[in-house]
């Protein structure tokens, strides 16, 4: 399949989802949700697929909405923010945090507005030393979407979130490993080389085990301990009976390296 808006390959194991307007940031249009969403349910469909690397071209990630792609005449009453976040935005962020495989976030330039939730919504955020992370949505009297009002406060805190929130400064990638929003910061030279060594990881780990950690930490928010535990057996009895806890289990005895089928 050709793409217009982004770039998109599998190979060994490894998709890698680049989003290509450089020009413009790599801001969503509605043809770029339509294309990342096409090649998002491939990555579903693909069982030889074992990770989601997610990036950017050019200096920035992604500046979230292309305002020019739903501008609004002076006079005009407006334009229904609900159904761009209904129709694009929460189906873009839910399929991240439910493809039963790791999703990695290389932030390569700035990551703004809905593109800043977007990073994530991920699993694993790696960024450049020059990127950066910016709630712009009070810059034009929004709310932070795609997940924002809930990821940033369980992340960072109450304090922090509305302050980044309500004054949209600049996070740099720096303060973002610090305040503990991303997993890591890393020099720009080394951030592509270090997504795709963990991409490889990756590939070759145990994905069914590494896709029932995303649901359970992802229900651990709303379930109480009792709740939590009860999931946790039925979850470790259902991977007791799984091909790589097996394999594991025999290569730990043999010294050997598994062989993990993701299954």
């Given at each position: 399949m050709n793409y217009?808006?982004?770039q998109f390959t599998i190979d060994a194991g490894i998709a890698t989802l680049t989003l290509n307007r450089p020009e413009r940031l790599n801001s969503f249009t509605q043809a770029m949700h339509a294309e990342v969403r096409a090649a998002l349910d491939?990555?579903?469909a693909d069982k030889s697929v074992r990770v989601l690397l997610l990036t950017g071209a050019g200096r920035g990630f992604c500046a979230g909405q292309d305002l020019n792609d739903r501008a609004v005449e002076p006079g005009a009453p407006g334009v229904d923010l609900g159904e761009s976040v209904e129709k694009y935005y929460a189906p873009l962020v839910t399929t991240l945090r439910t493809l039963?495989?790791?999703?990695i976030c290389a932030v390569n330039g700035v990551a703004a507005g809905a593109g800043a939730n977007l990073a994530l919504a991920c699993d694993i955020v790696l960024a450049a030393q020059s990127a950066s992370f910016i709630e712009a949505?009070?810059?034009l009297g929004l709310i932070p979407d795609s997940g924002g009002t809930w990821v940033l406060p369980r992340l960072l805190g109450p304090a922090r979130a509305m302050g980044l929130a309500l004054l949209g400064d600049k996070l740099p990638a720096e303060k973002a490993e610090q305040w503990g929003l991303i997993w890591r910061c890393l020099p720009d030279a080394e951030l592509m080389n270090e997504a795709m060594a963990m991409a490889r990881h990756f590939a070759s780990a145990p994905?069914?085990?590494?896709?029932y950690t995303k649901k359970a930490m992802l229900a651990s928010s709303t379930n109480t301990l009792e709740q939590q535990l009860a999931l946790e057996g039925q979850m470790m009895r259902e991977l007791g009976?799984?091909?790589?806890?097996?394999?594991g289990v025999a290569a730990f005895i043999a010294?050997?390296?598994p062989d993990f089928k993701g299954e």
């Open positions: 217009d808006t982004i491939r990555v579903r039963p495989m790791p999703v949505f009070c810059k994905t069914k085990g590494l896709a009976y799984s091909h790589d806890y097996r394999e010294k050997r390296t």
